[in-house]
């Protein structure tokens, strides 16, 4: 999806969209995979089918994951401002919204689906901007709308498996 996603945003000079998808969401990916292979919650599968032990951040942790993308986002402004991307304004906020999904995701944290919802919310006006001058970008809108609702779904779904986990550490 990466790739794909990263040549549609070149063809409308969202290159944000296509920075971040290749060299910061498609790597972080990987990164995740192999954070959540790492981390499995009982791995003896006791519990039902296999599942990530889901993380909870500390207070340090998001005290610095706060700042650590007010410089991100600043930096990719200037760096978006200078390619001469469209939309500036929502493309900068969508950097901050994936830099804090990828972040999540890779930390393990539920927030993740949060913070890839927001990203969504960002993406579809992005891409109904850009629909308002070319019509074949609606079906990235509703791409994003779908991802969105399956965010949402993925919130839900990571927070009661999180509950679970955290009533049967208790009952042990």
Known sequence: FSLLYGMISYTFSYYGEMITYLGMTM???????VS???HPYDANHTSGPAQVRVNRLGRLETAVLCPLTAAVTAAFY??????GTAN???STLSV???FWAAYLTLRRSAMYAVAYAANDGVLVALWLLA???ETRYLSVVVC???FFVNDLYGFVSWRRMGRRQREKAQRV
């Open 27 to 33: 790597p972080m990916a990987v990164a995740a995979l």
């Open 131 to 133: 629909s308002r001058e």
């Open 78 to 83: 200037f760096i978006l401002r200078s390619l």
């Open 144 to 146: 994003f709308a779908a």
């Open 96 to 98: 901050a919204t994936s």
């Open 88 to 90: 500036l304004l929502p």
């Open 36 to 38: 959540w292979l790492k």
